[in-house]
């Protein structure tokens, strides 16, 4: 392996920061209740977790991510 330079540590870090901006670009694009379930999603919180505090069924989670994410697809389209 051959030692990190700068240069490299330079362009991690802006792929990095390129891919944290779509990621708030496309989190842009949804309700505050979707961003919130998504965001309980990403951070591994279970279906029962999340119907629990959205006051759902495990489910309709399910069909919300799903939901969620064919908007996110679409959206990306876009971009």
């Known amino acids: ?7 490299m540590a330079e362009t991690v870090f802006t792929e990095e920061s390129d891919v ?3 990621i708030d670009d496309l989190f842009s694009a ?3 209740d979707e961003q919130r379930l998504m965001r309980m999603r990403l951070e591994g919180y279970s279906a029962e977790e999340i119907a629990a505090g959205f006051k759902i069924e495990p489910n309709a989670v399910y ?4 939901r969620i994410m064919n908007k ?8």
Do not use: G, I
């Open 63 to 66: 069909q919300r991510v799903n």
């Open 20 to 22: 944290a901006e779509r």
């Open 1 to 7: 392996m051959e030692p990190v330079t700068e240069e």
């Open 30 to 32: 949804l309700t505050p």
């Open 72 to 79: 996110l697809r679409q959206y990306a389209t876009r971009l």
